[in-house]
């Protein structure tokens, strides 16, 4: 999957979204010709990304990762019944991540919140709200340096075309 923001060539911006694997609780995957019976999709295939649920039964899960370029990332999961009769249920998912990466001045920074609630009033009926928070500082790796970009700028506002280097 592709994640942040991309230049479509033509002047114009794209922002791609940033799933959060840590939400998912499964991936179905539809492919060959009965991937396009529910809407136009290509004919070679469909990812289907379903969110983690509140569950019946109490449990939660806390997890810290360390790695390299000074990566820390906390993630929390928990769930259970908020009332004694199990008709409402929760579901908190969160991840806190502060790292560097390989290239100066690019940062690895991450917030995510998915809180879920489930309502069953008897047991054929049950309505669940799905949220999810993610404040995203987008940055690509793929930026020329500060000084090439204002060399560019200068040239193209400086010369004619038919003067500019190759490279512009």
């Known amino acids: 999957m ?3 923001a991309g230049d479509l060539g033509d002047g114009g911006w794209a922002v791609f979204p940033q799933p959060e694997p840590y ?8 492919k060959g010709p009965a991937s396009v019976l529910y809407g136009a999709n290509s004919p070679g295939g469909l ?11 109490a449990r939660g899960e806390v997890v810290l990762e360390v790695g390299s370029h000074d990566r820390i990332q906390e993630q ?20 806190n991540r502060n790292a560097d990466t390989q ?29 999810q ?3 995203q500082r987008v940055q690509s790796l793929r930026q020329a ?24």
């Open 76 to 95: 929390i999961d928990i769930s259970g019944p908020l009332d004694a009769d199990g008709t409402l249920l929760y579901q908190l998912v969160g991840v």
């Open 47 to 57: 990812v289907n990304v379903v969110s983690k649920r509140p569950t019946e039964e």
């Open 133 to 135: 928070y993610s404040p």
């Open 23 to 30: 939400n998912f609780e499964r991936l179905e995957i539809l």
């Open 103 to 131: 290239v100066d001045f690019q940062p690895d920074e991450h917030r995510f919140l998915a809180p879920s609630l489930t309502w069953k009033p008897d047991e054929d009926t049950s309505l669940t709200l799905l949220g």
């Open 2 to 4: 592709q994640q942040g």
């Open 145 to 168: 340096p500060l000084q090439l970009c204002r060399q560019r700028l200068h040239h193209r506002c400086a010369r004619p075309r038919d003067q500019r280097p190759a490279w512009l």
